[in-house]
């Protein structure tokens, strides 16, 4: 079993950086892949970016390419969202989750069986 608590959400300014964090406890983290997701009330939740167990291969959704670097310390059990020139588009609670393999094999929530419990990301134009 897997549990996951993210950190780091915030109210920030269009075009500010933000950072958030996911620590995750149990056996099997370092071998399986970690994600992010994103959603706002109404709306179906949405893959973010994701790494692999390894952390040397990663995916992102078109959205948010070339500003947000998805990473994670496997010694310190953490996965991290670095976010920058964030928009208002992006305001949306932002979920951590861990995936089934050791490669990134989907980006579909329901293939994904531990979420925390998410941190608000609101960014104010």
């Known amino acids: 079993e897997v549990q996951l608590v993210e950190s780091g959400g915030d109210l920030v300014q269009l075009g500010g950086s933000l950072g958030l964090s996911c620590a995750a406890s149990g056996s099997i983290y370092s071998r399986i892949y970690m994600a992010w997701f994103r959603q706002v009330p109404g709306k179906e939740r949405e893959g973010v970016a994701a790494v692999s167990g390894g952390g040397t291969d990663t995916y992102y959704a078109d959205f948010v390419k070339g500003r947000f670097t998805i990473s994670r310390d496997n010694a310190k059990n953490t996965v991290y969202l670095q976010m920058n020139s964030l928009k208002p588009e992006d305001t949306a609670m932002y979920f951590c989750?861990?995936?089934?393999?050791?490669?990134?094999?989907?980006?579909?929530?329901?293939?994904?069986?531990?979420w925390g419990q998410g941190t608000q990301v609101t960014v104010s134009s």
């Open positions: 989750a861990a995936g089934r393999s050791y490669a990134i094999t989907s980006m579909t929530p329901l293939d994904f069986n531990y």
